[in-house]
Nanobody, 115 residues
Framework: QVQLVESGGGLVQPGGSLRLSCAFS????????MGWYRQAPGKQRELVAT???????NYADSVKGRFTISRENAKTTVYLQMNSLKPEATAVYYC?????????WGKGTLVTVSS
């Protein structure tokens, strides 16, 4: 069974940076596509960024040029580097692992962007 544990959230001022981590365990990490999603208060969960097994990335338009997703197979971890954060980035950020039409989710980490 896949287990995902997010970390790195917290309070940051507008314009600041945070790096989120998602630790993967339970299966072979390198065969899973990975993604970060977020859910703001009162809104639906939305895609932030994804990264394939081969390292191809995809980003929501709202974060392009400011966020970077990466994966480190040796550490079975996926990261989300978030720069130039805006207040509208305030949300719970979730990590997702996907393989063969099976998706697994972490419990999320809260990011608050506020002065």
């Amino acid at each position: 069974q896949v287990q995902l544990v997010e970390s790195g959230g917290g309070l940051v001022q507008p314009g600041g940076s945070l790096r989120l981590s998602c630790a993967f365990s339970g299966m072979i990490f390198s065969i899973y596509s990975m993604g970060w999603y977020r859910q703001a208060p009162g809104k639906q969960r939305e895609l932030v960024a994804t990264i394939t097994v081969g390292g191809s990335t995809n980003y929501a338009d709202s974060v392009k040029g400011r966020f970077t997703i990466s994966r480190e197979n040796a550490k079975t971890t996926v990261y989300l580097q978030m720069n130039s954060l805006k207040p509208e980035a305030t949300a719970v950020y979730y990590c997702k692992a996907g393989f063969n039409n099976m998706d697994y989710w972490g419990k999320g980490t809260l990011v608050t962007v506020s002065s």
